[in-house]
């Protein structure tokens, strides 16, 4: 059973978060293991995996970009994590300026940083995450609507642009993520990007 | 279905909780003197083993038998806790991964300490109900990881409990608040006690409590508070009196639990006094609320930035949080209760005892486990993302922070050398790149894999998070279909055996009969008035006359002569004794100190603070 199908949903990537939500809820409350404590443990087993399966879902779903994530996951026949991630790429009208922020990367972890080197860094990252914020806008929208607009033969190459959409976005966040620890910001408060 | 207790097994305090079948409310349940609050101290003697107040009086007497605050310690690993072994009058050693405590001619781990003090709680509630109890759902920090909630459920087991789920206590204190008034919106528990900080936001809709997200430390909390506090005297005493008192245990667990009175106090008042009668001289002090904070103003900062991470995490913003609920004794403070109102933009609220709140709400999901509840249904999510190592020590994430539990996530290994029929794996948590960096859970074996060329078996691996945030993990070999044996080692936790002789061997750590307990309570009394008048003596003796000395030595050695005996009767009487014929030279004394720097008319306040 996929993500889609635990919840009774096609596979399509417009879903109305709230009514899924309260999907969530109701399942919830049928597969929950703490309604099953008094059952015999078969059952108590079988609470449990749906009760697994249901939380995995629903974290899959209610966010757009890991839906997107999730869909070409299961596009591509894979179901676990393994060869899953998308190689993570420069986006193309950046290419020249990536090597400007590498250079500058490179000098801040060799000597330390001065004022004027700091808001280089800063600027570029307050850049960078406008630029990631656009690219998400044109996963979640654009590419997402194109993606359920298509019939089913049509949907490769729909599914092509949003794996490039997403490995651009990953090598965003990783730059960002760069940056953020070359400015030494990393310590509190600030929240990696990495890992998820 | 036989009765579920509720209980909070605190850093400082423990309690036990239930829920009332007529008034559907949960109720904490108190001992035979009224007190609902059982301190979680326990004090090894020979005559046997004390518990609550009885060991809390022997802190300062007997501070290397005396544990405390041991819930610093469960589930850790020596490495992880050394640097505030300085601060701990007892002996802590290592030992296989884990840490062993050294008590009189025994060694103790963490949660035979702490199953001491269940099983006190447990015969609490058995002597409430008249029936046995058995069954118990434990509240532990949301922030706790794997090896801490293990360790808590090993604690239950030698206690004789069946713990049947180990709650989040932020999350227990939303329950308690949810039982009262179900108002919809998402809010923030804030959740600071003796020894932990936890930050929990939830979302509550139609009896549904989900949690977002949670952070915290389970490192930080009203102990470091009280320790910066005696950090600081240790310091003033040197330039006042040119004495170093820091080795000395009896002397800092005066100063500590001094400290602790003080903090306490300046909750509610602007200033505080404290007065230690030390070996040789007395110390005394006044502490101003401007100076607490100027101590822990550092300490209280350092819960902002992990409320700003479950934010983030909740993706929401502070103005999205309806209303802060603040659990845990430490929340009193005044200094804590304005950083929290500034970050959230509101005034956060306690209306519920915050010393209490956490064991109603374990006793709410108690009564929910057993079916008395329907109507609520909790949504907790695991505080710290599970990994694998792989190749270059790289963590590989396969469940990703605050995700909703339980949860499971299937991986593939394989192998990579010829003929291999073994393959290990590393299991860690946390939020780290590398997996040195990351809490080392447990690492398990697969074996029994048919010998194939390198790569060619397909291992599925299953991790599964239950709904108490424990993991487990099942292997199944794929071409072959035939389940592989899994073996697990906690890195930091004690074996199934080993639990197993503990429930054993929890037998001998019996708490010393009322007989025996009354006995050493009286005789730890006669203790310290013989060490107050012997100070008291040298240090004062010369303002009253030599008969009224004479008649106090006179005193002092009929309380010596029978303190030995087991005449519990004659010891109080004798001490009572001792302690009148010093009346008189304790208020010379007193009266004498007051001259100077204070104002007679505050003796009566100090005697008081004392």
Known sequence: ???????????????????????????????????????????????????????????????????????????????????????????????????????????????????????????????????????????????????????????????AAMKESLAIRAYLRTVIDDLTDALGENQEGYVTNRRH | ?????????????????????????????????????????????????????????????RPA??????????????????????????????????????????????????????????????????????????????????????????????????????????????????????????????????????????????????????????????????????VWLLDDIRSKHGVYLGRDSEAMQELRLAAEAAKIRLSVDERAALTIPFDGFTYHREIARTELEELIGKLVDSTLGPCRVALADASLGSSDIGEVVLVGGSTRVPLLRRRVRELFGKTPHSQLNPDEVVALGAAVQAHILAGGITSMLLLDVTPLSLGIETLGGI?????????????????????????????????????????????????????????????????EVTFLIDANGILQAQAKELRTGKAAAIEVRPTYGLTEAEVERMVEESFAYAEADVEARLLIETRNEADTVITHVERALRQ???????????????????LRRVRAADDREQIREKTTALNRATEHLAEVMMDAALKGALGSKRAAEIMESK
């Open chain 1, 1 to 159: 059973m996929d993500h889609f199908e635990v919840f009774g949903l096609p596979r399509r990537l417009a879903i109305d978060t709230a009514e899924l939500q309260r999907k969530f809820y109701e399942l919830s409350r049928r597969h929950h293991p703490d309604f099953h404590q008094t059952a015999p443990p078969e059952e108590q087993a079988r609470a449990l995996e749906a009760s697994a399966r249901l939380n995995a879902a629903y974290r899959a779903l209610r966010d757009p970009i890991l839906r997107v994530e999730y869909l070409v996951r299961l596009e591509e026949g894979r179901d676990t994590k393994e060869g899953a991630t998308v190689k993570p790429k420069a986006p193309p009208e950046l290419l020249e300026e990536m090597f400007e922020i590498q250079e500058a990367l490179a000098e801040a972890k060799a000597g330390g940083l001065d004022g004027a080197g700091r808001a280089v860094l800063v600027a570029q990252r307050d850049r960078l995450t406008a630029r990631l914020r656009d690219e998400e806008a044109r996963l979640v929208g654009p590419l997402s609507q194109h993606w359920d607009a298509s019939p089913p033969a049509a949907r490769q190459r729909g599914l």
């Open chain 2, 540 to 558: 004062g003796g010369e303002l009253v006359s030599g008969d009224e000395r004479e008649s106090i030595r006179a005193a002092l050695e009929e």
């Open chain 2, 65 to 230: 038998t005396t544990i405390y605050s041991v819930k610093r310690l469960m589930g850790r690993g020596y490495e992880d806790i050394k640097e505030e072994l300085c601060y701990l009058p007892f002996k802590v050693a290592p030992c296989d991964g884990i840490v062993k405590i050294q008590v009189e001619d025994r060694e103790v781990t963490p949660p035979q300490v702490s199953a001491i003090v269940l099983k006190s709680l447990k015969e609490r509630a058995e002597q409430h109900f008249g029936e046995p109890i058995e069954k118990a759902v434990i509240t532990v920090p949301a922030y706790f990881n794997d090896s801490q909630r293990q360790a808590t459920k090993d604690a239950g087991r030698i206690a004789g409990l069946d713990v049947v789920r180990i709650v989040n206590e932020p999350t227990a204190a939303s329950l308690a608040y949810g039982l009262h008034r179900l108002k919809e919106g998402v809010i923030a528990v804030y959740d600071l006690g003796g020894g932990t900080f936890d930050i929990s936001i939830l979302r509550v809709k139609d009896g549904v409590f989900e949690v977002l997200a949670t952070n915290g430390n389970t490192h930080l909390g009203g102990d470091d508070f009280d320790r910066a506090i005696v």
């Open chain 2, 1 to 61: 279905m036989s009765r579920i207790v509720g209980i909070d097994l605190g850093t400082t305090n423990s309690l036990v909780g239930y829920v009332d079948e007529t008034t559907g409310l949960p109720r904490v349940i108190p001992d035979a003197e009224g007190r609902v609050l059982l301190p979680s101290v326990v004090s090894f003697t020979r005559e046997g083993v004390l518990v609550g107040e009885a060991a809390k009086r022997l802190l300062v007497r």
């Open chain 2, 395 to 459: 963590v590989s994430a396969l469940i990703p922070r605050n995700t909703t539990i339980p949860t499971s996530a299937r991986e593939m290994f394989t192998t990579s050398v010829d003929g291999q029929t073994i393959v290990d794996l590393h299991v860690v948590q946390g939020e780290r790149e590398l997996a040195k960096d990351c809490r080392s859970l447990a690492r398990f074996e697969l074996s029994g894999i048919d010998p194939m060329p390198a790569g060619m078996p397909k291992i």
